[in-house]
């Protein structure tokens, strides 16, 4: 895996709106009290509990946490396939979940995604060239002739690295990296602002990862593209992410930039997370304050009462039943605020 990069290399010009206007100055995205539950009657699944996350232009935001803690539910709903049950989503200062019509469909260009496995995401029956352009399908006045679909379909195939000539094979022909490679060039047939990656490289072998990663960056700085990249591999997450945001049953319990919080984890669920990731580097494996993640994940349907994770928490105390964590704020010069919802935050330890 590529080193990570330094804040200094994330940064990128602001760009035009995937739908022909300009941009706005605020954040590209932002999601406030956000809160998701199925089910019926007394028994039902909290997927999301309160999420606040929020997304500059051109900036990668890194999801993490155990299968179960809302990542995919989240995904959803910024890609307005699941409606919340509270709180706000606005994108570009608008609420999507308002939108009707041709603005609607105006808004769905400007978030693609990119799926986990890159076979099962494409029509093995279509070629490259018809996968990358399936899109101008619906969107049929981006690109409004053949020929100058055939030509965006070269530059997108141009974009991510492979050849003029892949255009007309078809899945099976590809590797793995390469089929990707197809759905990225797919997910910017439309210009978007916002790409979700959702698990991108889990299917990929190591060296491929990094390709593909590489591809990612890449555009972003090419092109100014924002990613809301979800991850459970956090090496992938600390490469590719600006900030970080980590989830633990439906609740952001962690947030700020990438490298305060590998560097100073403030809740002991990151600190078990970081723990529990295989280290190559025996000189920055975790010393005296590396926490070991025991037990199993709560369920969703009953969640512990107070601080959610003082279940599994060796440094739990009585009022961490029954109290809910306030936000531990840390102010580090040059970087976002670092928050985590705990009563006894690393950092004061």
Same mark, same amino acid.
């Given at each position: 895996?590529? /080193?990570?990069?330094?804040?200094?290399?994330?940064?990128?010009?602001?760009?035009?709106?995937?739908?022909?206007?300009?941009?706005? #100055?605020?954040?590209?995205?932002?999601?406030?009290?956000?809160?998701?539950?199925?089910?019926?009657?007394?028994?039902?699944?909290?997927?999301?509990?309160?999420?606040?996350?929020?997304?500059?232009?051109?900036?990668?935001?890194?999801?993490?946490?155990? *299968?179960?803690?809302?990542?995919?539910?989240?995904?959803?709903?910024?890609? =307005?396939?699941?409606?919340?049950?509270?709180?706000?989503?606005?994108?570009?200062?608008?609420?999507?979940?308002?939108?009707?019509?041709? $603005?609607?469909?105006?808004?769905?260009?400007?978030?693609?995604?990119?799926?986990?496995?890159?076979?099962?995401?494409?029509?093995?029956?279509?070629?490259?060239?018809?996968?990358?352009?399936?899109?101008?399908?619906?969107?049929?006045?981006?690109?409004?002739?053949?020929?100058?679909? $055939?030509?965006?379909?070269?530059?997108?195939?141009?974009?991510?690295?492979?050849?003029? *000539?892949?255009?007309?094979?078809?899945?099976?022909?590809?590797?793995?990296? @390469?089929? @990707?490679? +197809?759905?990225?060039?797919?997910?910017?047939?439309?210009?978007?602002?916002? +790409?979700?990656?959702?698990?991108?490289?889990?299917?990929?072998?190591? *060296?491929? @990862?990094?390709?593909?990663?590489?591809?990612?960056?890449e555009l972003r700085e090419?092109?100014?593209?924002?990613?809301?990249?979800?991850?459970?591999?956090?090496?992938?997450?600390?490469?590719?992410?600006?900030?970080?945001?980590?989830?633990?049953?439906?609740?952001?319990?962690?947030?700020?930039?990438?490298?305060?919080?590998? $560097?100073?984890?403030?809740?002991?669920?990151? *600190?078990?997370?970081?723990?529990?990731?295989?280290?190559?580097?025996?000189?920055?494996?975790? =010393?005296?304050? $590396?926490?070991?993640?025991?037990? /199993? +994940?709560?369920s969703p349907f009953d969640?512990?009462?107070?601080?959610?994770?003082?279940?599994?928490?060796?440094?739990?105390?009585?009022?961490?039943?029954?109290?809910?964590?306030?936000?531990?704020?840390r102010e580090t010069p =040059?970087?976002? #605020?670092?928050?985590?919802?705990?009563?006894?935050?690393?950092?004061?330890?």
């Amino acid at each position: 895996m590529p /080193e990570s990069r330094t804040s200094e290399s994330r940064t990128s010009e602001s760009r035009t709106s995937g739908s022909g206007g300009p941009q706005g #100055s605020g954040p590209l995205l932002e999601v406030t009290g956000v809160t998701k539950t199925f089910g019926h009657g007394r028994r039902r699944l909290t997927a999301l509990d309160g999420v606040d996350i929020q997304l500059g232009r051109g900036e990668t935001l890194g999801l993490v946490g155990e *299968s179960g803690c809302g990542k995919s539910t989240l995904a959803r709903v910024l890609l =307005g396939l699941e409606r919340p049950d509270a709180g706000t989503v606005r994108f570009d200062g608008t609420d999507p979940f308002a939108l009707r019509g041709k $603005e609607l469909l105006a808004w769905r260009r400007r978030v693609q995604m990119v799926f986990q496995d890159p076979f099962a995401s494409l029509n093995a029956r279509m070629s490259a060239a018809d996968l990358i352009g399936e899109p101008w399908r619906t969107h049929r006045d981006v690109v409004p002739d053949a020929k100058a679909r $055939e030509k965006r379909v070269r530059e997108l195939l141009a974009l991510v690295g492979l050849r003029d *000539s892949d255009a007309h094979r078809y899945p099976n022909e590809f590797s793995g990296g @390469q089929r @990707q490679r +197809i759905g990225i060039a797919r997910a910017l047939a439309l210009d978007p602002d916002l +790409i979700v990656c959702d698990e991108p490289v889990s299917a990929l072998d190591l *060296s491929v @990862q990094a390709q593909v990663l590489n591809v990612l960056s890449e555009l972003r700085e090419r092109l100014g593209v924002a990613y809301v990249f979800i991850s459970h591999d956090l090496s992938v997450v600390r490469y590719i992410a600006d900030r970080v945001t980590v989830m633990y049953l439906g609740k952001v319990i962690e947030h700020g930039a990438t490298e305060d919080v590998f $560097e100073r984890p403030q809740h002991p669920y990151t *600190s078990a997370l970081m723990s529990a990731a295989p280290v190559l580097d025996a000189s920055r494996a975790s =010393g005296d304050r $590396e926490i070991q993640l025991k037990g /199993e +994940i709560p369920s969703p349907f009953d969640i512990p009462s107070g601080c959610r994770f003082r279940t599994r928490c060796p440094r739990a105390e009585e009022r961490c039943a029954t109290q809910a964590p306030p936000a531990a704020v840390r102010e580090t010069p =040059g970087a976002a #605020s670092h928050t985590a919802l705990c009563h006894f935050p690393l950092a004061a330890a």
